[in-house]
């Protein structure tokens, strides 16, 4: 299958820093990415989707301007972590579908909120 | 928007014996169903999916089989070994949001 590389896969920040989590597609385009939390043993949640060159949707109760996503190029998604808490430690995932329905996970960043 | 069910979630089976995973869906328009395999703090891995226009693919020990009309598809791994233990997902996808069920705690003891 096709491969999609994220990371850091964990990174450690203080409380009100910023952080960046990059996925790239590495084999194919890209057309779509989505976002993905997942707490401790349980279900992915969809953060948001966004598509090459536009802005990205958000689900429902996600903030905007605290997950900043941008999707720059057909290999490229960034999330960005603004002004990071505690309660935003966890695990970010992201995933990217080319042409066909399948979509390909990145290996995940554990995110620790200090 | 689409909502994605699945049960057990948890399910303990004796190494040789079957195990079942169901998961019913909402959106009558969702074409597309993958089931995913997830082992502790790694990715999400594919491994297997079906589309609409099929009732049952086959891969291996690995089935699953859809049902439209009733909007509920199913996981059927056939001699399950104790690798086979992970967290299993199912998802559903319309238009173009995949949306994962609650995961199942698949524990396959030697």
């Known amino acids: 299958g096709a491969v999609v590389s994220q990371h850091p896969s964990r990174v450690i920040c203080k409380s009100g820093t910023s952080v960046k989590i990059e996925c790239r597609s590495l084999?194919?385009?890209?057309?779509?990415m989505f976002w993905y939390r997942q707490f401790p043993k349980k279900s992915l949640m969809l953060m948001a989707t966004?598509?090459?060159?536009?802005?990205?949707?958000?689900e429902q109760g996600v903030e905007k301007d605290k997950f900043l996503i941008n999707h720059a190029s057909l290999t490229l998604s960034t999330l960005t972590v603004t002004s990071a808490h505690p309660e935003d430690s966890s695990f970010y995932i992201c995933?990217?579908?080319?042409?066909?329905?399948?979509?390909?996970f990145g290996q995940g960043t554990r995110l620790t909120v200090v | 928007g689409e909502n994605v069910e699945q049960h057990p979630s948890t399910l303990s089976v004796q190494e040789g014996d079957s195990a079942v995973i169901k998961c019913t869906y909402s959106?009558?328009?969702?074409?597309?169903f993958p089931w995913y395999k997830q082992e502790l703090g790694k990715r999400p891995q594919l491994i297997i999916d079906?589309?609409?226009?099929?009732g049952e693919k086959k891969d291996q020990r690995i089935a699953v089989t859809l049902n439209k009309t009733a909007k509920h598809f199913s996981l059927h791994i056939t001699e399950t070994q104790p690798e086979d233990s992970a967290v299993y997902f199912c998802a559903a996808r319309g238009f173009q949001k995949l949306v994962f069920g609650t995961g199942t705690r698949l524990l396959v003891s030697p």
């Open positions: 995933s990217a579908r080319g042409d066909s329905p399948e979509a390909f």
């Open positions: 079906i589309r609409s226009n099929v």
């Open positions: 959106d009558s328009a969702s074409n597309y």
């Open positions: 966004s598509n090459e060159g536009s802005k990205a949707t958000y």
């Open positions: 084999d194919f385009q890209a057309t779509t």
